[in-house]
């Protein structure tokens, strides 16, 4: 995988961008203006970060896996120490299915608002959470700090803190261990060392 410079990195135009950013040259943005990406933070190849208008923030210690999507008019905020598996797909935009109105996806597609409706909701990833492969979260769904969602999972609603959530819908499974907290201080002890 080959990472872009920063010279690169900063003509996309992003709304910021920390230090120690590593980005394939094979990841794609759309609307990058609305995009802050904070530091440590890995892109991997055949990304897609399309943000709306409410933009996409990246926390630090961030590792978004390849083909990995991020996409919707909502926010989409992923805070510090977050990992987004292959090929997961986070939602903030979704047509309504109910059978009321015509699905659509786009914002320019080819039918109008009184036939097709979208809504957007905000996605939140709150610290030390992580999404399997495959697995898709839909749009207002904060997953609490310190879960895990399992590979090809689906979530529907919010997820409490310090779990791991599997199937779909994604259903309790077990507690998480809270021993990342120890390990995160002693890196931190190890970095003001250097």
Same mark, same amino acid.
């Given at each position: !995988?080959?990472?872009?410079?920063?010279?690169?990195?900063?003509?996309?135009?992003?709304?910021?961008? #920390?230090?120690?950013?590593?980005?394939?040259?094979?990841? *794609?943005?759309?609307?990058? /203006?609305?995009? *802050?990406? #904070?530091? @440590?933070?890995?892109?991997?190849? @055949? %990304?897609?970060?399309?943000?709306?208008?409410? #933009?996409?923030?990246?926390? &630090?210690? +961030?590792?978004?896996? %390849?083909? /990995? %999507?991020?996409?919707?008019?909502?926010?989409?905020?992923?805070?510090?120490?977050?990992?987004?598996?292959?090929?997961?797909?986070? =939602? *903030?935009? &979704?047509?309504?299915?109910?059978?009321?109105? $015509?699905?659509?996806?786009?914002? @320019?597609?080819? =039918?109008?608002?009184?036939?097709?409706?979208?809504?957007?909701?905000?996605?939140? @990833?709150?610290?030390?959470?992580?999404?399997?492969?495959?697995?898709?979260?839909?749009?207002?769904?904060?997953?609490?700090?310190?879960? $895990? +969602?399992?590979? !090809?999972?689906?979530?529907?609603?919010?997820? &409490?803190?310090? #779990?791991?959530?599997?199937?779909?819908?994604?259903?309790?499974?077990?507690?998480?261990?809270?021993?990342?907290?120890?390990?995160?201080?002693?890196?931190?002890?190890?970095? $003001?060392?250097?």
């Amino acid at each position: !995988m080959a990472y872009l410079s920063q010279d690169e990195i900063n003509k996309i135009g992003f709304a910021q961008v #920390g230090h120690d950013v590593f980005i394939s040259d094979k990841a *794609s943005f759309h609307n990058p /203006a609305k995009i *802050s990406i #904070g530091s @440590f933070v890995r892109i991997d190849d @055949f %990304c897609l970060l399309s943000a709306g208008e409410d #933009g996409i923030e990246i926390g &630090n210690y +961030v590792h978004i896996s %390849c083909y /990995a %999507c991020l996409i919707g008019k909502g926010l989409i905020k992923l805070h510090d120490y977050v990992l987004i598996s292959i090929k997961a797909t986070i =939602l *903030s935009s &979704n047509s309504d299915f109910s059978g009321q109105f $015509a699905p659509a996806l786009k914002e @320019f597609d080819t =039918l109008d608002k009184p036939y097709a409706t979208v809504f957007s909701e905000a996605v939140t @990833f709150e610290t030390h959470t992580g999404l399997g492969a495959h697995s898709v979260v839909l749009p207002g769904v904060t997953v609490g700090e310190g879960t $895990a +969602v399992g590979a !090809m999972s689906v979530v529907y609603q919010s997820l &409490n803190p310090w #779990g791991i959530y599997l199937g779909n819908p994604a259903r309790f499974a077990t507690k998480r261990s809270k021993r990342v907290y120890k390990i995160l201080e002693d890196l931190k002890e190890s970095q $003001a060392d250097i």
